[in-house]
Structure formats: structure tokens, C-alpha cells
């Protein structure tokens, strides 16, 4: 029997409780707004944890949630995290008899865990490596998400608590983890064991010649314990160049470079010796550049969003998970080029048109995961963005799913 080409990934997995048609704007949330940046507010578009907020507000979470929403039950319960997501995504992408999509991650002793394992169930991932290995809670998201903000572009408040994550360990990523073609680090700003030893974790990657990718979320930690320094990612010594391929928000590839401007934070990258990246920004253009070695050679770059997700489609849903299935988009295209592609020669705009697609389908419904009524569902809708954003730029059709 021929060998699955395996595709690993640790990072950020967790319950998402969301909370649609909260009002950025009214009195109840600028009553908890912060008021300077990693004082423990809430902040459009950031995260905060829960313990971070009581202490900011001197009101308990429970009662703030409520004053916020005028209920303690969410609109839907879903799976979230910038590593979970995105790769229960590609899970739905690749067929199952050629790939192997495996995620490792920490759940708690309780009822979240059953919720997640319940839901994980329903989608192709595999998820024997993410498991019971904590007493502490299982990690949990509320998503306060206003469809309205920022001129009907919509926007999201994260307020998370790390729980069992805080217990997963490098020692808990055994030699089947490393054993894989690609090797994924999604949203570790949420698991600090993992983020903490980034760089090691990256240079056992390389040793297994695997391809790497990072994929950033809010570093909050960080950002609270000194605002104006910028957050560390890939170790004292800036091995940036053990990355393959870097997936980051406007925020997060500021915050990283620590610099104002997202063309300066993408020559950062590029002198850095990332090998690709792809900067995002909401409803704006993205950045992408490649070196060379994975991707064919390409200059920073500015590539639009799809013209498909217009107002009308996001108000069918949310932007929740926009960018962890679009960072699925990368994934699934890595995977397919891997089985024939030789680094240097990879498509990075086929890379990039799968990413699109996929984080603009997100916005047709609820939630970051989109559970299948049959397999194949999703990959069917997401090659009708893809196909139309490649008409709307005018790139040739390129490899297929």
C-alpha cells in the first residue's frame, strides 16, 4: 500500500462560543473598552483573557458576558483556533486515501472536550494526537461579533481562556509528529509551552526536512507584558529563515517587525529570510512574497481579496475563521504541489487563489468550521470562489483539488 503524505500541525484548538449582533459601539461595550493597549480592555479585532478583563473591569466575566449579550447562551458552539481550524479545513480539502492530516493539541476533563471531540468527529481530521493531557479546563473562545462594524465589513472580540493548553509541552510531539511532509505551527501565541520553544520545535522540523508554516494569531501575553516591544516569534537569535512559509494579519506582522507600516513589515519579513509570506488585511489587499525556496521567486506583492464576498454574502454570516481557513487554503495547496512539486518551483498564486477562496467562503456562514453534509461539499463551493477570483485576476487556471 502507498504511503499517505502526512501533514502535522500543533497549535491553538479550542471551543468557540459565538455571540453574533453584539454592538461595538454601544454604551454597554465602551464600558469595557480598553483604554491603553495590554491594560486587559476589550478591543475590536483583538483578544483578551477572561482573567485579564475581571481584573481590568472588576466585574466577573459571567456577568459581563450577559450584560453584553442579554443571554449566557451563545448562537452557536463551533470549533475554533488558528491551528484547529485550518486544519480541519485541509482535512476536508485533500482526499483522505492520499493525505493524512493530523493534529496534535491539549483538551481538559470536561464537558468542552466532549463538545469538541463530538464535532471533531464530523469532519475527516485526524485527531488522535489531540487529546485528554490536562486537569485545567479546556481551552475556550466567546466570539462577541458585530456584522456592522467598520462599515458592514464586520468585525470579531475574542475573550479566551488558555486552560489545558497551558500543559502541552515539546515533550508531548512525539517522533510520529516530526515524521511528516509538512509541519504546521497554528496560533501557539495561545499555547505558550509551544510558542515558547518555537524555534527548537522548527529546527526538528528542518532536520526532517519537512516543510514548515506559521500561522500568527494575537500575541496577548506578549503585548501585555511590554506593549512597545515587539513579539518574539522565532527565537533571540531571529531564525526566521526556518520558516517556510509565514501566514499573518496586518496586526500581527506589525506587532512581529514592530514596525507602523505593513510594506515596511513586509521588508522586514523578506530581509529577514522568511522564505514566503503572506500578509492579510481584512477586506484590503494582501502581501505575499517568495524568496525562491519553496516558491518560485516572487517580490512583495499586493493580490485582492474576492470580489464574491460582498455584504450581502457576510450577512449570511461572520468573518469568524476568515483567516484560519484561509491559512487552510495554504495548507491544502502545499500538500497537493508536495506530491510533485520541487522546492523552489512551488505555484505561489495557486497557494494564494485555494487561500482566498477558502477564507471567503468562511463568510457564507457561522463560525470558523463548516460542517459537511456529505464529503466533498465544501471543496465543491470553495472551487467556485477559487475559479471566479482567478477569472477576477486574470491567472490561469492552476492545479486542482
Given at each position: 500500500?502507498?504511503?499517505?503524505?502526512?501533514?502535522t500541525?500543533?497549535?491553538?484548538?479550542l471551543a468557540?462560543f459565538?455571540?453574533t449582533g453584539?454592538?461595538?459601539?454601544?454604551p454597554?461595550?465602551?464600558?469595557y473598552?480598553?483604554?491603553?493597549t495590554?491594560?486587559g480592555g476589550?478591543s475590536p479585532?483583538?483578544?483578551v483573557?477572561t482573567?485579564?478583563l475581571?481584573?481590568?473591569?472588576?466585574v466577573?466575566?459571567?456577568?459581563?458576558?450577559?450584560e453584553?449579550?442579554?443571554?449566557?447562551?451563545?448562537?452557536a458552539v463551533n470549533?475554533?483556533?488558528?491551528?484547529?481550524v485550518?486544519f480541519?479545513?485541509?482535512?476536508?480539502?485533500?482526499p483522505?486515501?492520499t493525505f493524512d492530516?493530523?493534529?496534535?493539541?491539549?483538551l481538559?476533563?470536561?464537558?468542552?472536550?466532549e463538545k469538541i471531540l463530538a464535532?471533531?468527529?464530523?469532519?475527516?481530521?485526524?485527531?488522535?494526537?489531540?487529546?485528554?493531557?490536562s486537569s485545567?479546563p479546556?481551552?475556550f473562545?466567546?466570539?462577541l461579533s458585530?456584522p456592522?462594524f467598520?462599515d458592514g465589513?464586520?468585525e470579531r472580540?475574542?475573550?479566551n481562556?488558555?486552560?489545558?493548553?497551558w500543559?502541552l509541552?515539546?515533550?508531548?510531539l512525539?517522533d510520529?509528529?516530526f515524521d511528516?511532509?509538512i509541519?504546521c505551527?497554528?496560533?501557539?501565541?495561545l499555547?505558550p509551552?509551544?510558542h515558547d520553544n518555537?524555534?527548537?520545535l522548527?529546527?526538528r522540523?528542518k532536520k526532517?526536512?519537512a516543510?514548515t508554516?506559521?500561522?500568527t494569531?494575537?500575541?496577548?501575553?506578549n503585548?501585555?507584558?511590554?506593549?512597545e516591544k515587539?513579539w518574539?516569534l522565532?527565537?533571540?537569535n531571529?531564525?526566521y529563515s526556518?520558516?517556510?512559509v509565514l501566514?499573518?494579519d496586518?496586526?500581527e506582522?506589525?506587532?512581529?517587525?514592530?514596525?507602523?507600516d505593513e510594506?515596511?513589515?513586509?521588508e522586514?519579513?523578506a530581509?529577514k529570510?522568511?522564505?514566503?509570506?503572506?500578509?492579510?488585511?481584512g477586506?484590503?489587499?494582501i502581501l505575499?512574497?517568495?524568496?525562491?525556496?519553496l516558491?518560485?521567486?516572487?517580490d512583495?506583492?499586493?493580490?485582492?481579496v474576492?470580489?464574491m464576498?460582498?455584504?450581502?454574502?457576510?450577512s449570511?454570516?461572520?468573518?469568524?475563521?476568515c483567516g484560519?481557513?484561509f491559512?487552510?487554503?495554504?495548507i491544502?495547496?502545499?500538500?497537493l504541489q508536495?506530491?510533485?512539486a520541487e522546492?523552489?518551483?512551488?505555484?505561489?498564486?495557486?497557494a494564494l487563489?485555494?487561500?482566498v477562496a477558502?477564507?471567503?467562503f468562511t463568510?457564507?456562514y457561522v463560525g470558523g468550521?463548516?460542517?459537511e453534509?456529505?464529503?466533498?461539499e465544501?471543496?465543491?463551493k470553495?472551487?467556485?470562489f477559487?475559479?471566479d477570483?482567478l477569472?477576477?485576476?486574470g491567472?490561469?487556471?492552476?492545479?486542482?483539488?
Amino acid at each position: 500500500m502507498k504511503r499517505k503524505l502526512t501533514i502535522t500541525g500543533v497549535g491553538c484548538a479550542l471551543a468557540d462560543f459565538i455571540y453574533t449582533g453584539i454592538g461595538f459601539e454601544t454604551p454597554q461595550f465602551k464600558k469595557y473598552l480598553s483604554r491603553k493597549t495590554g491594560d486587559g480592555g476589550l478591543s475590536p479585532g483583538r483578544l483578551v483573557f477572561t482573567d485579564e478583563l475581571e481584573r481590568f473591569s472588576g466585574v466577573t466575566y459571567p456577568e459581563i458576558l450577559k450584560e453584553l449579550s442579554g443571554t449566557s447562551s451563545p448562537d452557536a458552539v463551533n470549533l475554533g483556533g488558528p491551528g484547529l481550524v485550518s486544519f480541519i479545513h485541509a482535512s476536508q480539502m485533500l482526499p483522505g486515501d492520499t493525505f493524512d492530516v493530523r493534529f496534535y493539541g491539549s483538551l481538559g476533563d470536561d464537558d468542552t472536550a466532549e463538545k469538541i471531540l463530538a464535532l471533531a468527529g464530523r469532519t475527516p481530521l485526524n485527531v488522535s494526537g489531540y487529546i485528554r493531557r490536562s486537569s485545567k479546563p479546556t481551552p475556550f473562545t466567546h466570539v462577541l461579533s458585530d456584522p456592522h462594524f467598520a462599515d458592514g465589513h464586520g468585525e470579531r472580540t475574542f475573550v479566551n481562556n488558555i486552560g489545558a493548553a497551558w500543559d502541552l509541552t515539546p515533550a508531548m510531539l512525539d517522533d510520529d509528529f516530526f515524521d511528516a511532509r509538512i509541519i504546521c505551527f497554528g496560533g501557539t501565541a495561545l499555547v505558550p509551552g509551544i510558542h515558547d520553544n518555537l524555534t527548537d520545535l522548527l529546527k526538528r522540523s528542518k532536520k526532517s526536512n519537512a516543510i514548515t508554516l506559521v500561522n500568527t494569531v494575537f500575541d496577548f501575553r506578549n503585548e501585555k507584558s511590554d506593549p512597545e516591544k515587539p513579539w518574539p516569534l522565532a527565537g533571540e537569535n531571529e531564525e526566521y529563515s526556518l520558516i517556510d512559509v509565514l501566514i499573518m494579519d496586518r496586526e500581527e506582522a506589525l506587532r512581529i517587525s514592530g514596525k507602523r507600516d505593513e510594506n515596511d513589515a513586509a521588508e522586514f519579513f523578506a530581509e529577514k529570510d522568511v522564505s514566503s509570506f503572506f500578509i492579510t488585511n481584512g477586506a484590503s489587499d494582501i502581501l505575499a512574497f517568495s524568496n525562491g525556496r519553496l516558491f518560485s521567486r516572487m517580490d512583495i506583492s499586493a493580490f485582492p481579496v474576492s470580489r464574491m464576498v460582498t455584504p450581502g454574502l457576510r450577512s449570511k454570516g461572520d468573518t469568524t475563521g476568515c483567516g484560519d481557513n484561509f491559512a487552510g487554503g495554504i495548507i491544502s495547496s502545499l500538500a497537493l504541489q508536495a506530491k510533485n512539486a520541487e522546492r523552489g518551483s512551488y505555484d505561489l498564486i495557486d497557494a494564494l487563489s485555494w487561500a482566498v477562496a477558502s477564507g471567503g467562503f468562511t463568510c457564507s456562514y457561522v463560525g470558523g468550521t463548516y460542517f459537511e453534509k456529505h464529503p466533498g461539499e465544501k471543496l465543491e463551493k470553495i472551487r467556485e470562489f477559487r475559479n471566479d477570483y482567478l477569472h477576477q485576476t486574470g491567472y490561469q487556471f492552476k492545479q486542482e483539488l
